[in-house]
């Protein structure tokens, strides 16, 4: 099947907007980028997403306005354990980036985007709730999709798909 | 009865206020919202939406089957647009795997995605003038749904859980008489909606229960993730598949309603209009009608035909193992989206080379849409809450997946 090897060298890939405007104000906060399937990918230090965020929404060629989705993906048993994904839209320059976020399993915690972006309530609220992902300064981080009550996190790798946990 | 303590429960924060459940099961929530509403006598203080009543875990769910059991799942997700659901998983996992879908099969998916659009709005024209009290439309609305129901029977042997877009193409061969059928329904379809249009465009109550009502701004529903009519009804002109097309949709002329009220009215405008595109769309789809393959060259990842399987014994072996052990694809992920007839529908894939998904995630139109609520009903009446909640065209299924 044809298929175009990723590009994951950041050197070849800097002259992509939203990629370098990160590496123009903070090198440090990129960990990574990967294009891949007409896909960007920045994976960018935990510490500076809520800034990455602020900067990539605030940017006056290609302002990402629209956080289309946050989901989580667990790669458990592997450290580290779990990847906060992002999707970005620009609705002016109809350009997309994905933002990757990788936690540790012993400290799933992230800042919340609910200040940059109204949207992500209810998305950090189900990402909160399946898979146990903190956010720190959301405004009402509660379960969304499970009962209150409910123990465990669903949509983690450990969770059994069927039978008892 | 001890688990039930770990529950909040709302209280009212002033004493001149009190708390008033609606739903789970209240005719006007379209399934099973729950809304949680703080009101000052009619006027809403503070209103909170509850879900998760229909989760039935299909993210999770999916991880457990191979990529094409998928394609079933996701009809049961938007129920009212299962096409579109199909559409959106099956183009991005032959993202995933590169693959390339004949014109013919590209074509059919658009045709059938405006008619799922058409279907989709009819229900939900119906069942919103239903909810503010004109109850003649809903019966129109479904008699020309029904038509639209029998045509994916006709295609699919289903009328609802269609599951004819599969990985690679589409299940079958359009059958004889189908493109006629739905050229006589295309053509027959636009003086339908200025019937419903007759009912309600000027009518002077549906105007008062909607015009200035539930009032949203451009930059409150971006900033909520509103998508769709949603959006556009605050004067976004943004339209994947105009502005990102897929599935061939760069090939088709249409035009994309706006409206810059923001109000239920506006809403509602602009959906109707985008039914009236939407046949435009079918007529071009029926009359340029390449011919051709329905499926994709890769024996692999594609079924083979019934025929095939009995004189060639490649094609059974393809098919017992695609049907035993599945199809790998190449390890990766990619994020699809496509307008769904209520917004942004994307499907997030992650591979790790196995035959089945490492991770299937849904992002629903709705659930954020849904967010949009408390900024358009605080400060207003209870029954303009009604109208609101119609007038995001709420689907729980996608909502609570």
């Known amino acids: 099947m044809p298929s175009v090897p990723a590009i994951t060298d950041l050197e070849q890939l800097k002259d992509h907007p939203a990629l370098a405007l990160l590496l123009a104000w903070n090198p440090a906060a990129v960990q990574s980028a990967k294009y891949d399937r007409d896909e960007i990918t920045i994976c960018v230090d935990r510490c500076y997403v809520r800034d990455v965020c602020v900067l990539l929404m605030d940017d006056k060629n290609c302002p990402f306005n629209f956080l289309a989705d946050v989901t989580c993906v667990d790669w458990y048993p592997s450290e580290p354990r779990f990847e906060i994904v992002y999707h970005l839209l620009s609705i002016a320059q109809r350009e997309r980036v994905r933002l990757k976020v990788r936690l540790e399993s012993a400290s799933p915690m992230v800042e919340s985007v609910t200040s940059v972006w109204p949207a992500a309530n209810f998305f950090e609220r189900e990402v909160f709730d399946l898979f146990g992902i903190r956010f720190t300064g959301h405004p009402y981080l509660r379960r969304l999709m499970m009962p209150e009550d409910w123990e465990g996190h669903p949509l983690r790798k450990d969770y059994p798909v069927e039978g008892y946990r | ?401």
């Open chain 2, 1 to 401: 009865m001890a688990h039930l303590t770990a529950i909040p429960v709302v209280e009212p924060r002033q004493d001149r206020t009190m708390i008033l459940n609606m739903g789970p099961q209240h005719p006007s929530t379209h399934g099973v919202l729950r809304v949680i509403l703080e009101i000052d006598g009619e006027n809403v203080v503070r209103i909170m939406p509850d879900i998760g009543y229909l989760h039935t875990g299909i993210e999770k769910t999916c991880e457990a089957k191979f990529y094409q059991q998928v394609v079933p799942l996701t009809d049961r997700i938007d129920y009212l647009c299962p096409l579109t659901n199909n559409l959106c998983y099956a183009l991005a996992v032959e993202k995933l795997l590169g693959l390339e879908i004949p014109p013919k099969a590209q074509w059919m998916r658009v045709l059938l995605n405006e008619l799922t659009r058409i279907n989709s709005h009819l229900v939900w024209l119906g069942t919103h003038a239903l909810d503010i009290g004109a109850m003649s439309v809903f019966l129109y609305c479904f008699r020309e749904r029904e038509d639209i129901l029998r045509l994916f029977e006709m295609i699919s042997g289903q009328r609802m859980m269609t599951s004819y877009f599969r990985i690679g193409g589409l299940a079958l061969e359009p059958p004889l008489g189908f493109f006629k059928r739905a050229g006589d329904f295309a053509n027959r379809f636009p003086e339908k909606v200025d019937e419903y249009e007759n009912l309600l465009t000027s009518n002077p109550i549906w105007g008062m229960r909607t015009k200035g009502v539930a009032r949203i701004t451009a930059e409150d529903a971006i900033a909520l993730g509103a998508s769709g009519p949603t959006l556009r009804g605050s004067g976004v002109d943004f339209d994947l598949r105009r502005d990102m097309p897929y599935s061939g949709y760069e090939n088709f002329k249409f035009k994309v309603p706006i409206s810059q009220d923001g109000d239920v009215f506006a809403r509602y405008i602009c959906r109707v209009q985008e039914m009236r595109e939407s046949i435009a769309i079918v007529h071009q789809a029926l009359n340029g009608m390449p011919e051709g393959p329905i499926k994709a060259d890769a024996p692999k990842v594609v079924l083979p035909d019934r025929e095939k399987m009995k004189t060639q014994m490649e094609a059974l072996i393809y098919h017992f193992k695609i049907i035993t052990e599945g199809f790998t694809v190449p390890a990766g992920e990619v994020y699809q989206a496509v307008e769904s007839p209520r917004g942004e529908m994307g499907y997030y894939v992650v591979s790790d080379g196995t035959a089945k998904p490492y991770r299937v995630h849904m992002r629903a139109a709705c659930l954020a849409n849904l967010q949009l609520l408390e900024k358009m009903c605080v400060g207003r009446l209870i029954a303009d809450v009604v109208a609101a909640i119609g007038s995001i065209d709420i689907v729980l299924g996608e909502i609570d997946r």
